[in-house]
């Protein structure tokens, strides 16, 4: 899988996109990850990447010129699944867009600043609007990270243990069970007596009825659906 992220701001990937289990993901050829800066491609003398917005208002707008060159010169290249814009007005981002995403080969991920991107961008090119949650954050840096790295750890061979990613919070509807490691007993803080008795039949039926019972608490939303 190839994943071209294009930003004002590339630093800002170094970190979560280079550290762990992205870093091995990448190191193992399992995904290219390449980051454009939009401003290496404006073709305006003073290197500007955004303007005032017709009928007024704050805030700037993001030119179409430097994104549609860069979009177009990488489908040029090669054919992508998706166009993907960070916003907070888009589909909010889920489990299941994840696993759909991790089956694709190529995609683009446009990370909006200021007031965003021109509309134009959005109609000739975008095929997927994605937001992270409802609120707002400064750019679509963050919002990009979170998205790349939930679609990465999902692609055969990223994750050590390949069944871990099919037992996580949401893949089943339900929040994942509590987990516990050695010691046993920390200044009298137990470990369940269950997770001890070496009977896989009983440890499984704990560890599903747990799982239901946080989410009737925390979440009893995805138990509607
Ligand atoms: N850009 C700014 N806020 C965002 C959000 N919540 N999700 C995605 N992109 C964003």
């Given at each position: 899988?190839?994943?071209?992220?294009?930003?004002?701001?590339?630093?800002?990937?170094?970190?979560?996109l280079?550290?762990?289990?992205?870093?091995?993901?990448v190191?193992?050829?399992?995904?290219?990850?390449?980051?454009?800066?939009?401003?290496d491609?404006?073709?305006?003398?003073?290197?500007?990447?955004?303007?005032?917005?017709f009928?007024?208002?704050?805030?700037?707008?993001?030119?179409?010129?430097?994104?549609?060159?860069?979009?177009?010169?990488l489908?040029?290249?090669?054919?992508?699944?998706?166009?993907?814009?960070?916003?907070?007005?888009?589909?909010?981002?889920?489990?299941?867009?994840?696993?759909?995403?991790?089956?694709?080969?190529?995609?683009?991920?446009?990370?909006?600043?200021?007031?965003?991107?021109?509309?134009?961008?959005?109609?000739?090119?975008?095929?997927?609007?994605?937001?992270?949650?409802?609120?707002?954050l400064?750019?679509?840096?963050?919002a990009?990270?979170?998205v790349?790295?939930?679609?990465?750890?999902?692609?055969?061979?990223?994750m050590?243990?390949?069944?871990?990613?099919?037992?996580?919070?949401?893949?089943?509807?339900l929040?994942?069970?509590?987990?516990?490691?050695?010691?046993?007993?920390y200044?009298?803080?137990?470990?369940?007596?269950?997770?001890?008795?070496?009977?896989?039949?009983?440890?499984?039926?704990?560890?599903?009825?747990?799982?239901?019972?946080?989410?009737?608490?925390?979440?009893?939303?995805?138990?509607?659906?």
């Amino acid at each position: 899988m190839r994943i071209d992220i294009l930003t004002l701001f590339p630093e800002m990937f170094e970190g979560p996109l280079t550290q762990s289990i992205m870093k091995r993901a990448v190191d193992k050829g399992l995904v290219e990850m390449y980051f454009h800066d939009i401003r290496d491609y404006t073709l305006d003398k003073h290197k500007k990447v955004d303007d005032y917005a017709f009928g007024g208002g704050a805030g700037m707008v993001m030119t179409i010129q430097p994104i549609a060159d860069l979009i177009e010169k990488l489908k040029g290249e090669r054919k992508y699944d998706h166009v993907i814009y960070m916003t907070p007005d888009g589909q909010r981002f889920e489990q299941r867009i994840a696993n759909t995403l991790s089956l694709s080969e190529n995609i683009i991920i446009l990370c909006g600043h200021y007031k965003g991107v021109d509309q134009r961008i959005r109609d000739n090119y975008v095929t997927m609007e994605i937001s992270i949650g409802d609120y707002v954050l400064t750019g679509g840096e963050l919002a990009a990270a979170v998205v790349s790295d939930a679609i990465i750890r999902l692609i055969p061979g990223v994750m050590s243990d390949e069944t871990s990613a099919l037992t996580d919070s949401f893949q089943d509807d339900l929040l994942s069970p509590p987990v516990y490691t050695r010691p046993a007993d920390y200044n009298g803080w137990k470990v369940p007596d269950v997770l001890l008795s070496g009977n896989q039949a009983m440890i499984d039926q704990w560890r599903e009825q747990q799982a239901y019972e946080r989410t009737r608490k925390i979440r009893p939303d995805l138990l509607e659906e």
